[in-house]
C-alpha cells in the first residue's frame, strides 16, 4: 500500500485565494500542488510558507492559455507526487472593463480559454481518472460575473457564464459516478494582493480601509469552505454556493426597482 498522500491541486495559484486554499488542504494532510503562469519567486515562496507550518507542497509554472499544458500538468502530478483526490480550478478571466469596441477579438478569446476553456480542459484530463478511482472533488471559483453581465464585461461574463454552465454540466454527468463538482461564486472584493491588489495599485489599501471591518472576503476565513466542500458526506453535497461580505448587497438584490423598494 502507498503511504503517499492524497493530492489537491490547485490552478491559479495566487496568494490570494489559490495559496490560502492549498494551505489549508496542506494542514489537512494533502500535498499541494500550487500552479501559476508567472512569478516563480512568490511561487516559492507560497511553497516554503507551506513546508514551514508542517505541510507537504510543490510549486509549478505552467501558461494555462496554451494548449497541452494542462492535460500535461495532470500526466505529470499523478506520475510523480500521487492521485489527484481533489482539484481547484481558480484561474481568472478578467480582462479589464472594456466596451464592446474596445474589445478585439483576441482579447475576447483569451477570457474565454482561461475562464471556461481551460476548465474543460482540465475536466477532460482528471475525471475519467477519478473516475475509475470512484471518487474525487473538483472545486472551480467563478464570480459575480457568472450569473449577472455588466457594462463593460463581455469577455468576463460570457467567460464565467460558459463556467458555470460547464459546471452544471459536469455535475450532471459525473455526480453520480462518485465525483463531486462545486461552483463557488465570490460576490465581492477578495482581499488578494496578486489580483485585486495589483489592478488597484496604491489604491488597494485604502478601498479595503474605506469597506471597513470584514468589508472585504478575506482568503484564509475562504478556504475553510472550500475544505468543506470538498468533504461533504454524499448524502448532502453542495454543487453551488455563493459567498459576500457581511456589508455587501448580494448580486440578486442589488439595484432593484423602486416598486421592490416600497414592499
Keep these: 500500500m502507498s503511504d503517499r ?72 502530478v499523478e506520475n510523480e507526487i500521487g492521485p489527484i ?41 482528471l475525471l475519467p481518472r477519478m473516475v475509475e478511482r470512484g471518487r474525487g472533488t473538483m472545486l472551480v471559483t467563478s464570480a459575480t460575473a457568472a450569473v449577472r453581465g455588466n457594462e463593460g464585461q463581455h469577455s468576463h ?41 495589483k489592478m488597484l495599485g496604491n489604491s488597494f489599501e485604502d478601498f479595503k480601509a474605506a469597506k471597513g471591518d470584514d468589508g472585504v472576503v478575506d482568503p484564509a476565513a475562504l478556504a475553510e469552505t472550500y475544505w468543506h466542500l470538498a468533504h461533504q458526506p454524499r448524502s448532502c453535497w453542495s454543487h453551488e454556493i455563493d459567498l459576500r461580505p457581511w456589508t455587501d448587497t448580494p448580486w440578486w438584490n442589488d439595484n432593484p426597482q423602486s416598486a421592490i423598494n416600497r414592499n
Design 85 to 125: 483526490e481533489c482539484a481547484l480550478y481558480n484561474l481568472g478571466a478578467q480582462i479589464g472593463n472594456r466596451s464592446l469596441a474596445n474589445t478585439p477579438h483576441r482579447t475576447f478569446e483569451l477570457g474565454w480559454r482561461l475562464g471556461c476553456f481551460g476548465l474543460f480542459r482540465l475536466a477532460h484530463a
Design 5 to 76: 498522500k492524497p493530492v489537491f491541486l490547485v490552478l491559479g495559484a495566487g496568494a490570494g485565494i489559490g495559496g490560502q486554499v492549498a494551505a489549508r488542504f496542506a494542514l489537512g494532510g494533502y500535498h499541494a500542488v500550487l500552479a501559476r503562469r508567472s512569478d516563480e519567486a512568490g511561487l516559492k515562496r507560497l511553497v516554503g510558507q507551506i513546508e514551514d507550518a508542517g505541510g507537504e507542497a510543490s510549486g509549478m509554472l505552467v501558461d494555462a492559455s496554451v494548449d497541452g499544458t494542462i492535460e500535461n500538468l495532470v500526466e505529470r
Design 157 to 197: 461574463a460570457a467567460a464565467m457564464g460558459g463556467r458555470r454552465m460547464l459546471c452544471q454540466t459536469l455535475n450532471a454527468e459525473f455526480a453520480r459516478q462518485g465525483i463531486h463538482i462545486a461552483h463557488i461564486v465570490i460576490d465581492g472584493a477578495v482581499d488578494a494582493p496578486d489580483t485585486l491588489g
